[in-house]
């Protein structure tokens, strides 16, 4: 098994396009179907543009990743942003900031099936979610 | 780069209907532009209807989805209905899922039921 892996540099919006479609790549490179492609790829493009609206700049990682036996994509959403003052408010449905929908990280995490958050004021955030086939 | 092939979305006005088919991967820039293309072609065409065929969409996130629900806002505002056409069905899974809603949108499986919708629609209006 060929371990695919991608760095996406987040500094504009044509890189929230490169993202989306490295996820599409990869996840079928994985051998996820497509309801399982679009659903990874749209948890990528909310993230890319999180970074974008939020950070400004930042960086995607997508890889295969094989743990406990099962194996699947993970992707990695990484930013040196202003961080996120209530992480709890950030992932209730309908509330936002940054003049979106307010669905950004609830819909996100409802689409994959791992999805963790570590962020501080003033340093900054990283998304992890993970899919396992 | 793929950026540059493709800096507009053409919409076409066919009777009295304007119709835009989605072709390419959506950036954000390409879909404001569209939403400024398709009002300036409802004021200058006095169109009545507008379809929106999304078959050759692959990912639709909140900002995109944000912006095909705004455009049908607007040209509701300015007296033109709007069909959604060929959503794919694993886009409206995800759709669901992450809780995106099309609302005061309508939608059509493709672009011949789309056509039929909006003429009744349209004829709907006018009585």
Wanted: hydrophobic share 45%.
């Amino acid at each position: 098994m060929s371990d695919a892996e991608e760095t996406i540099p987040i500094k504009d919006e044509y890189a929230i396009v490169a993202a989306r479609s490295a996820g599409k790549t990869i996840s079928s490179k994985c051998g996820f179907g497509l309801v399982d492609q679009t659903r990874i790829s749209t948890a990528i493009s909310e993230l890319a543009r999180n970074i974008l609206v939020y950070a400004v700049t930042g960086t995607v990682y997508i890889r295969e990743v094989a743990a406990d036996g099962k194996h699947g994509i993970e992707v990695v959403a990484e930013d040196h942003g202003p961080g996120i003052v209530n992480l709890d408010l950030a992932m209730t449905d309908g509330h936002t900031t940054g003049g979106g929908l307010g669905a950004g990280l609830p819909g996100t995490k409802r689409l994959m099936d791992e999805f963790d958050i570590i962020s501080a004021v003033g340093e900054g955030t990283t998304v992890t979610v993970r899919k396992w086939l | 780069m793929m950026q540059g092939a493709y800096d507009k979305i053409p919409v076409l006005k066919i009777g009295d209907f304007l119709i835009t088919s989605i072709q390419v991967a959506l950036h954000d820039r390409l879909a404001l532009g569209l939403q400024d293309d398709i009002l300036a072609k409802i004021q200058e065409t006095n169109a009545k209807g507008l379809i929106i065929d999304v078959t050759a969409i692959d990912v639709l996130d909140s900002f995109i989805t944000r912006v095909l629900v705004e455009i049908a806002k607007m040209a509701n505002i300015m007296g033109v209905k709007t069909v959604l056409v060929g959503m794919q069905p694993a886009i409206a899974i995800t759709l669901v899922e992450f809780g995106m809603e099309l609302t005061g949108i309508q939608t059509a499986l493709n672009l011949e039921k789309g056509l039929e919708l909006i003429e009744k629609i349209v004829m709907a209006e006018q009585e």
